[in-house]
């Protein structure tokens, strides 16, 4: 993808749109920066040889049109707030759950989530990180200058519900990632209301995991999950793929626990008893369908095939190996860093 020059082109005015829309200081500034970043990404999904990713784009700019003009709309009213709130004193709310909603569908956060897993499915697995990851921080910057907490609270728990009991019958391990992702947002809201700081720790860590990940399922083109038990290989590369699934489910000792015990130790002293609970409960729910990924990793007697992909086997252990190292020895590391600062 990066050799392509139109290409590389595209995913610099991606880029460009989103810091365009974070960086603004008028809603209308950050309405044309998620435009730009829209349109941008578009041409990077398309491929004319895969059907399914024309279908794909053809939704992603469906149900992101609705939203932009959503936003514009609200934005539009919250101008002319003063006219409107002689008539309807509640208008400034509503108008506010409107931009929040927009933002929201952006994201793909339940219960505004039906397009995620659908878009995802068409996707290749470098489009899909940028789709998980990056295509996020627009809009969560942008839900952070006006939302309503007591709504937040609710998205906060149907998205970890969405995101964990959804991921239990799929057998593609893209939607299997896209309702991770979902899971995920649901965190990523709970940080962003205790803070940048949060916000950035998780974000960066799930990035992080989410690519190493990806990396190893694009590497040997897996796409669904009975694919996983004929990956023999190399035991390297299927114990790296069992620890940045564990890591990315936030199994405690693991790198993927650190921000997520950041944000249950801030939640518990702000008494939202309730919002940890349900988070807790359904992320321990995300962890069985990760372990039934792994699952062949685990297994001790397992059959292994003759012929493998011709791949540089050895580059890839090494930087499989790498990325799961950081996420054994990670949380030791920082931890040991903060007692000693």
């Known amino acids: 993808m990066f050799l392509n020059p139109s290409k590389s ?4 005015t ?35 040889n895969n059907l399914m990713a024309t279908e794909a784009s053809l939704k992603y700019f469906l149900i992101q049109a609705l939203a932009s003009s ?6 539009i009213l919250l101008n002319q ?33 039906f397009w995620f ?15 998980m990851t990056w ?12 939302w309503e907490v007591n709504i937040i609270f609710i998205i906060i728990v149907i998205s970890v519900m969405v995101g964990s009991l959804g991921g239990l019958n799929q057998t593609s391990l893209r939607k299997l990632m896209a309702y991770s992702s979902i899971n995920h947002i649901g965190w990523m809201l709970s940080a962003m209301i205790l803070g940048e700081n949060s916000f950035f720790i998780y974000f960066s860590l799930y990035s992080l995991l989410s690519l190493s990940i990806i990396y190893l399922f694009n590497s040997f083109k897996m796409f669904h999950l009975n694919q996983l038990f004929s990956l023999s290989n190399s035991p390297i590369v299927k114990f790296c793929l069992m620890i940045s699934l564990l890591s990315l489910g936030g199994l405690p000792p693991f790198l993927g626990f650190l921000p997520k015990w950041i944000i249950i130790q801030n939640l518990i002293e702000s008494n939202q008893i309730f919002i940890v609970s349900m988070m807790v409960t359904m992320t321990l729910i995300t962890l069985y369908f990760y372990l039934r990924i792994t699952y062949s990793a685990f297994m001790m007697a397992n059959s292994e095939i003759k012929w493998i992909f011709n791949l540089n086997q050895n580059n890839l252990n090494y930087s499989t190996l790498i990325l799961s190292i950081f996420s054994i020895a990670g949380l030791f590391l920082i931890t040991l860093v903060f007692n000693i600062f």
Do not use: D, R
């Open 14 to 48: 991606l880029i460009s749109g989103t810091l365009i829309s974070i960086s603004s200081n008028s809603w209308m500034g950050a309405w044309m920066g998620l435009e730009i970043n829209l349109l941008s990404f578009i041409p990077l999904m398309t491929n004319s």
């Open 70 to 75: 959503t936003l514009l709309f609200s934005v």
């Open 117 to 131: 897993p659908g878009v995802m499915e068409g996707l290749n697995w470098m489009n899909s990180f940028i789709l």
């Open 9 to 12: 082109l595209f995913l610099i």
């Open 135 to 146: 295509q996020k921080i627009a809009p969560l910057m942008l839900i952070s200058y006006c």
């Open 81 to 113: 707030n003063n006219f409107f709130a002689f008539f309807f004193p509640e208008s400034n709310y509503i108008i506010n759950l409107m931009i929040n909603s927009s933002l929201l569908l952006k994201m793909g956060a339940a219960p505004f989530h």
